[in-house]
């Protein structure tokens, strides 16, 4: 790929709006439900990592289909990036829907 090519893409991609940004998740750490479940009325909206409803999530770790959260305090759930990443890599190296 040329450096023209190149300036242009990461030119495009910085101006796409936050709708059609991609997700980015970080190496290690931590995730809140509303950024793998996505937040429609955040500003600037955040896309689904896994788009089902907070119900159907809830029901899928229970069923052990999703990993389980951890309580980083009393009103605080999270979700190891880890095992996020590890769902997305079993879904994409099964090639079907969760």
């Not at 190496?27 to 689904?48: M, S």
């Amino acid at each position: 790929m040329s450096t023209q090519t190149k300036q242009a893409y990461i030119k495009t991609a910085t101006s796409l709006p936050a709708l059609v940004q991609p997700i980015v998740l970080p190496e290690t750490g931590f995730i809140r439900q509303k950024y793998i479940l996505g937040d429609k009325k955040a500003k600037p909206p955040i896309p689904a990592i896994f788009p089902v409803c907070s119900s159907t999530w809830w029901a899928g770790i229970k069923k052990g289909i999703y990993p389980t959260p951890v309580k980083l305090a009393a009103n605080v759930t999270a979700w190891d990036v880890k095992k996020i990443r590890a769902l997305i890599d079993k879904i994409n190296s099964e090639g079907e829907a969760v």
